[in-house]
T-cell receptor, first 117, second 113 residues
Framework: AQKVTQAQTEISVVEKEDVTLDCVYE???????LFWYKQPPSGELVFLIR??????QNEISGRYSWNFQKSTSSFNFTITASQVVDSAVYFC??????????????FGGGTRLMVKP | KAGVTQTPRYLIKTRGQQVTLSCSPI?????VSWYQQTPGQGLQFLFE???????NKGNFPGRFSGRQFSNSRSEMNVSTLELGDSALYLC????????????FGPGTRLLVL
């Protein structure tokens, strides 16, 4: 069975601070995908990034960066110089890969990030 | 392209009633998945439809059902509503080709009284 754990339920930072959101996962699959989604107060889940299990390159997109470490089953998300608009709930998710795997995301419990001015 | 749309956005029902929620996927996407989000259980997968067939199913009672039409639009139905069915119901669509990133709609907030 797949499992995603986000140990930090809530984080509060002051604007311009850097913040890292942790994600640890469990799966027996040899190939899988990892995702991060952002959920603002409006409720819609906004896709941020997808990572394949066979690609451990870290990725940077503007103020966002992701650190994937297969050895520790972690896929952490860092926001540099946080802004008030980054305030939201962030979800890490996992799905099987493969053409016959279908689409089923297993989500972590989410981390609520509050960025104060 | 237009995003995933869900109707209605808000719904209030009473126990014992049934409800039908609708989801229109991104144009060209043939896979539609449904998720339930509650404060207690978080985000949980309900089911996925692909080419009008249910491809995956989560661990929910038979009161929860769905279907997909030939134009890929999907509906989910909950019969005999219970108070615990109050939740945000999210629909997501993905392309059948390549990487299966799911794109979510704004959700339907269901309140059962």
């Amino acid at each position: 069975a797949q499992k995603v754990t986000q140990a930090q339920t809530e984080i509060s930072v002051v604007e311009k601070e850097d913040v890292t959101l942790d994600c640890v996962y469990e799966t027996r699959d040899t190939t899988y995908y990892l995702f991060w989604y952002k959920q603002p107060p409006s409720g819609e889940l906004v896709f941020l990034i997808r990572r394949n299990s066979f690609d451990e390159q870290n990725e940077i997109s503007g103020r966002y960066s992701w650190n994937f470490q297969k050895s520790t089953s972690s896929f952490n998300f860092t926001i540099t110089a946080s802004q008030v608009v980054d305030s939201a709930v962030y979800f890490c998710a996992l799905s099987e890969a493969g053409n016959n795997a279908g689409n089923m995301l297993t989500f972590g419990g989410g981390t609520r990030l509050m960025v104060k001015p | 392209k237009a995003g995933v749309t869900q109707t209605p956005r808000y719904l209030i029902k009473t126990r014992g009633q049934q409800v039908t929620l609708s989801c229109s996927p991104i144009s060209g996407h043939r896979s539609v998945s449904w998720y339930q989000q509650t404060p207690g259980q978080g985000l949980q997968f309900l089911f996925e439809y692909f080419s009008e067939t249910q491809r995956n199913k989560g661990n929910f009672p038979g009161r929860f059902s769905g279907r997909q039409f030939s134009n890929s639009r999907s509906e989910m139905n909950v019969s005999t509503l219970e108070l615990g069915d109050s939740a945000l119901y999210l629909c997501a669509s993905s392309s059948s080709q390549g990487v299966k990133t799911q794109y979510f709609g704004p959700g339907t907030r269901l309140l059962v009284l």
